[in-house]
């Protein structure tokens, strides 16, 4: 079956830690997105990539760093500068980075700090 | 600066009641609108879509969308909804530099 795989489901991170979210895509799609939703708010654009080997901050890009080295998997890396990390983060492909290209949704990780 | 609103946070339905749910936004240029819908604790998944053409435009699940130019809305509805219906919703127009402004969603809370 084609889709997005986000891993792990719950995560629990001390402050201070660095921490990896995990998004693959089987869809061969060329854009991917990486979105915060908090309650009672819509998403918000951390960072998206074009194209392997590139991508761009969203509107709230600090705190978080990403990579793109292969096609179908864009990492997360929530920092400890990250003040307010507790979220449910998203993870989204499109077969290309126009705003009429339908986003395909993973089923989110959700990052608690303790 | 590109904006959306959504009027409701919750909406409560009977079962088999009519229902609207309302989307506004704030654009000076033509937009591609869009309606996604989030099962609880799950991602997002495309309802329906306006890029061009007939105003109306149909979705899946049986909702329906109408574009609205000169009040900039796109209400999503749906004559008759269902226990499965009960979701969040989420309108979306396109922005600058390829993304989607979201709106903040809206509860849709089905009564038996």
């Known amino acids: 079956d084609g889709g997005i795989t986000q891993s792990p489901k719950y995560l629990f991170r001390k402050e201070g830690q660095n921490v990896t979210l995990s998004c693959e895509q089987n869809?061969?799609?060329?854009?991917m997105y990486w979105y915060r939703q908090d309650p009672g708010q819509g998403l918000r654009l951390i960072y998206y990539?074009?194209?392997?080997?590139?991508?761009q901050k969203g509107d709230i890009a600090e705190g978080y760093s990403v990579s793109r080295e292969k096609k179908e998997s864009f990492p997360l890396t929530v920092t400890s500068a990250q003040k307010n990390p507790t979220a449910f983060y998203l993870c989204?492909?499109?077969?290309?980075?126009?705003?009429?290209?339908?986003?395909?949704f993973g089923p989110g990780t959700r990052l608690t700090v303790l | 600066a590109q904006s959306v609103t959504q009027l409701d946070s919750q909406v409560p339905v009977f079962e088999e009641a009519p229902v609207e749910l309302r989307c506004n936004y704030s654009s000076s240029v033509s937009v591609y609108l869009f309606w996604y819908v989030q099962y609880p604790n799950q991602g997002l998944q495309l309802l329906l879509k306006y890029l061009s053409g007939s105003t109306l435009v149909k979705g899946i699940n049986g909702f329906e969308a109408e574009f609205n130019k000169s009040q900039t809305s796109f209400h999503l509805r749906k004559p008759s909804v269902h226990i499965s219906d009960t979701a969040e919703y989420f309108c979306a127009v396109s922005g600058s530099n390829y993304q989607l402004i979201w709106g903040a969603g809206t509860k849709l809370i089905i009564k038996p």
């Open positions: 989204a492909s499109s077969i290309g980075a126009r705003a009429y290209n339908e986003q395909f």
């Open positions: 990539s074009q194209i392997v080997n590139d991508f």
């Open positions: 869809l061969n799609h060329d854009a």
